[in-house]
């Protein structure tokens, strides 16, 4: 596995790939990888000639500071498993090398997306994750880029950006990689104590429990439902639940037989936050 650090060096080595008309498949990533990574990283070996991955902790998309600071960073490990699945190349940029002196957000539009559920929480959020991708795409420019889907509103955005900026590449989203019992992977989940990571599978269940009664009941009745077990929860806080069009991300007001819909929700386990989402059969 190649390793680059700097945005001369890894575009360099990409000119002589695409010279020879070889496809390449990136997962762009934050580091501290798990299965659920390796899982986009697999994919995109299988469908490219050659797979780079990134690992960079971007700092414009938190407005967290100290969950930055407390972002897991496990580099030594995270190469071993990129190694594990013959991973081709490794870009692993500082923050200067990607910012220069200028550690700052663009701004973006996009249709709306930015405002719904994460957006209403995390301020600025999603021009940072704009801002990185889009610098890393014309860094990359691969053909393919993996996504998950545990991050849908995220994987949206991306996908509208794309179309916005007309940039050539192709946004593949794959699904959720959940732990046996059934706890979305997240490198976050490894800052969870004991106790929080018992508990936090009651958040999957309670998804799986919701997308049955939205077979019957309307999104309001559900969401009200959702809210209650929560408060009854002795250690698990919500943040939010809601039931939106895949597409757009509003929250739903009345089922259309047309429309794909999705439940999101945010839980704090203590001062760790977790995110997860479920496809709805619309009935």
């Given at each position: 596995m190649k390793i680059f650090n700097t945005k001369q060096e890894i575009k360099a080595f990409l000119t002589s790939i695409k010279e020879e008309n070889k496809s390449i498949g990136f997962v762009p990533t934050?580091?501290?990888?798990?299965?659920?990574?390796?899982?986009?990283?697999?994919?995109a070996i299988k469908k490219n000639d050659i797979t780079v991955v990134s690992i960079f902790v971007n700092p414009t998309q938190f407005n967290n500071q100290e969950d930055l600071i407390k972002y897991p960073k496990t580099f030594d490990n995270d190469k071993k498993l990129l190694e594990s699945v013959s991973c081709d190349?490794?870009?692993?940029?500082?923050?200067?090398?990607?910012?220069?002196?200028?550690?700052?957000?663009?701004?973006?539009?996009?249709?709306?997306?930015?405002?719904?559920?994460?957006?209403?929480?995390?301020?600025?959020?999603?021009?940072g994750v704009g801002t990185i991708v889009k610098a890393l795409f014309e860094i990359v420019e691969p053909n393919k880029a993996y996504f998950g889907q545990k991050d849908f509103q995220q994987l949206q955005i991306v996908k509208k950006m794309v179309k916005k900026h007309r940039l050539n590449v192709k946004i593949k989203g794959c699904p959720i990689f959940r732990e046996n019992d059934g706890l979305a992977?997240?490198?976050?989940?490894?800052?969870?104590?004991?106790?929080?990571?018992a508990a936090a599978p009651f958040i999957y269940k309670i998804l799986k429990k919701a997308r049955k009664k939205f077979g019957?009941?309307?999104?309001?009745?559900?969401?009200?439902?959702?809210?209650?077990?929560?408060?009854?929860?002795?250690?698990?806080?919500?943040?939010?639940?809601?039931?939106?069009?895949?597409?757009?991300?509003?929250?739903?007001?009345?089922?259309?037989?047309?429309?794909?819909?999705?439940?999101?929700?945010?839980?704090f386990a203590g001062d760790i936050r977790l995110i997860d989402n479920i496809r709805l059969k619309n009935h």
């Open positions: 934050m580091g501290a990888l798990h299965e659920g990574h390796l899982s986009l990283i697999k994919k190349v490794l870009f692993f940029p500082s923050v200067k090398e990607i910012y220069n002196d200028n550690i700052s957000s663009e701004k973006f539009d996009f249709d709306g997306l930015e405002h719904q559920m994460e957006g209403k929480f995390r301020d600025g959020h999603f021009n992977m997240s490198s976050r989940n490894t800052r969870l104590s004991k106790d929080y990571r019957t009941e309307n999104a309001i009745n559900v969401t009200e439902w959702v809210e209650k077990q929560f408060k009854k929860h002795p250690i698990l806080d919500l943040e939010y639940f809601t039931i939106a069009e895949e597409k757009s991300l509003e929250t739903i007001k009345i089922k259309k037989s047309n429309k794909k819909y999705r439940a999101f929700i945010a839980v």
